[in-house]
């Protein structure tokens, strides 16, 4: 499958570490860093399209140079709360012990909607909306922006959901990292619609199209300790392109 996929500019490109000039997310003006290059008809850097993007999702990857200077990415889950996305880790973990040295990382988040399936295997592709983040990820160390940051983590994947949980104890607190990383350096891209198919081969007998993909939730599963009935927030659960 040669066709084109969710990729944004590459983080080594000369003139985009940390401390270079990088506009605004929602300014229009894409740094060096997240100007997307191939393709760049489909690339966004307007604030509210690159939110949307995230708060859809809640799984993203984290890129970053470990101590050994090996490239690591890592899954974790993440929560937004205005122009900062909160990251939950391990204290022990690379990743946070990494930062701690003031380390670039990279996020990114995508989103499959579908396969897009071409006359030829050149063509063939996938639409997606996808965000990439560039920056220095802060650890959050103050208590109370550590446990906002958590309660938006879990609002962020289940809404509603905190308000039926009892408070975080400072042990739970002291047990868990939290990353915090701005969107002054961000970028979407997305592509929508059919194969794109040479010419030549649209007379070939082959059938070519879309094939929508959706993220689908189950029956909600109680358990063993659990009698109550499912509340609303899990019996109706639903995102944006989530289907039951």
Partial sequence: MAGELP??????TPGGSAGSAAPTAGSGAPSERTRVRRLPERGSYGLEEICAILDEGFVCHLGFAGRDGRPVV???????LGDTVYVHGSPAAGLVRSLRDGLDVSMAV???DGLVLARSAFHHSINYRSVVLFGLAREVTEPEEKAMALDAIVDHIVPGRRE???PNTK?????TAVLALGLDEASAKVRTGPPVDDDEDLAAAVWAGELPLHLAAGEPVPDRFTALPVP?????YRRQGLRR
């Fill in 232 to 236: 609303p927030h899990v019996r109706d």
């Fill in 7 to 12: 990729n944004h500019p590459d983080p080594a």
């Fill in 110 to 112: 995508t989103h499959v």
């Fill in 164 to 166: 039926h949980l009892r």
């Fill in 74 to 80: 890592i899954p974790t889950t993440y929560g937004r």
């Fill in 171 to 175: 042990k739970e607190l002291a047990a």
